[in-house]
């Protein structure tokens, strides 16, 4: 029952964050994130996609080979694609990760370990996010946002450091903590595991913004991709909290905030994400080819849950 109330009030809340944001930037921002797509934009962004979706995968690949699953690029592609697609048609966001997570444990013959690859490449993808976007909120304080904010994260991600490493003292062995500590130091944190895991983050990250400027290019935007790329990374970040639909709500929340803290308009801002979700879900079509191949592969998984 708490599942259920906690799901709804995720995707009412994003639901909320569009309503307020429809109420006070009116519907042309909307109407003008559709009109403004062309042909153009259409295959950058399935362009860019693949190098994005290519990169996760391999980031996924690394990390369920230092854990000890089999898993080749190929299929980590077209799961990933698939997975995609899913997150991005389906309302929490997440299904097509938790189907691509299950699928993978089971038929490698370890449900817990499969899941626990997929959470921490998903992870790993945000961490480099995050990371990013405090940086941002560090170098460019003309965004308006209070330095206590900054030093709040600092601090949440200083406590989190110190409650892993007390946590890898006492835990005992044998436990399922224990076994996901294991698995985030063999899959994250070894020496020959983070650097790639980290480098290749950073290049789907990279990725992201580019489409990011694809997007504002489109609307119209003439402000240097200087000024455009710390305001990307904090939309790219919004959309990690998980209160959104299909990745809607607190991307097109924050990107009409720090647009508008950083005198490009509000309503730029809001139009700008909304073409990139287009885009978005455009680079995530292949996903659905996937998805249609591999249906009777996705019936068996359904009845075995």
Do not use: C
């Amino acid at each position: 029952m708490k599942k259920r109330i906690w799901a709804s009030a995720k995707l009412l809340i994003g639901a909320g964050i569009l309503v307020a944001l429809f109420l006070q930037l009116g519907t042309q921002s909307f109407v003008d994130g559709l009109r403004v797509i062309t042909v153009g934009e259409i295959f950058a962004a399935l362009g860019i996609g693949l190098a994005t979706t290519v990169l996760s995968a391999w980031r996924w690949v690394l990390v369920a080979r230092r854990l000890g699953l089999r898993l080749s690029l190929s299929r980590a592609v077209l799961d990933y694609y698939r997975a995609l697609f899913l997150n991005a048609v389906l309302p929490a966001g997440v299904l097509g990760d938790v189907q691509r997570a299950v699928e993978h444990g089971q038929q490698e013959g370890d449900l817990g370990r499969g899941v626990r690859a997929v959470v921490l490449e998903r992870v790993a993808g945000q961490a480099v996010i995050i990371v990013a976007g405090v940086a941002v909120l560090l170098a460019v304080p003309s965004l308006g946002l209070p330095r206590d904010i900054i030093l709040i994260i600092l601090g949440v991600l200083a406590v989190i450091a110190i409650a892993f490493v007390a946590a890898k003292r006492w835990v005992r062995e044998n436990t399922g903590l224990s076994r996901t500590i294991a698995d985030i130091r063999a899959g994250l944190l070894a020496r020959n595991a983070w650097p790639g895991i980290t480098l290749l983050s950073a290049a789907a990250l990279a990725g992201h913004i580019a489409l990011f400027v694809v997007a504002a290019h489109a609307v119209g935007s003439t402000a240097p991709i200087a000024q455009l790329v710390p305001l990307m990374v904090l939309s790219l970040l919004a959309m990690g909290l998980p209160v959104n639909i299909g990745g809607w709500g607190p991307r097109e929340g924050v990107a009409a905030v720090v647009f508008g803290a950083a005198g490009l308009g509000a309503a730029q801002g809001l139009t700008t994400a909304v073409v990139y979700g287009v885009l978005a879900l455009v680079a995530s079509l292949p996903g659905a080819g996937v998805l249609i191949l591999r249906a009777p592969v996705l019936r068996r998984l359904e009845k075995a849950l």
